[in-house]
């Protein structure tokens, strides 16, 4: 088992990451199977190959919360590469990235009279 990605992604809202995992998130290949904290994507080289033939190409994706933040993994099972792995680690990180952008809050309006801002804030 290696580790291929530790994302954070930037929001508490680990329901929406989870959902948007499981339901939305369409990999460019594989069998994606539904897990009790994200997926498993398998590996289908051609209806003639069982998956149980190859458990060990296989990448586990998964979602946690820590003080408000989620954060992502995705593990590679095995020694071999997945099938167009980099694309699919590619694909998620955008994928992702564009749904769960940062949010910057607008900064307070300051008083100029204070001495430092620091005061202020």
Request: proline share 7%; charged share 25%; glycine share 2%.
């Amino acid at each position: 088992m290696e580790e291929i990605i530790y994302l954070e992604v930037p929001t508490p809202d680990i329901v929406a990451v989870r959902h948007w995992l499981q339901q939305q998130w369409i990999p460019i290949v594989g069998k994606k199977i539904i897990t009790s904290d994200g997926i498993r994507l398998q590996r289908v080289d051609n209806a003639s190959e069982s998956l149980a033939q190859f458990p060990e190409k296989e990448l586990s994706i998964f979602v946690w919360s820590v003080q408000r933040t989620t954060y992502l993994k995705v593990f590679r099972w095995g020694n071999q590469l997945f099938p167009s792995e980099k694309k699919v680690c590619d694909q998620l990180v955008k994928e992702i990235r564009k749904k769960f952008p940062p949010e910057y809050k607008a900064l307070p309006e300051l008083n100029a009279s204070v001495e430092t801002i620091f005061a202020e804030l």
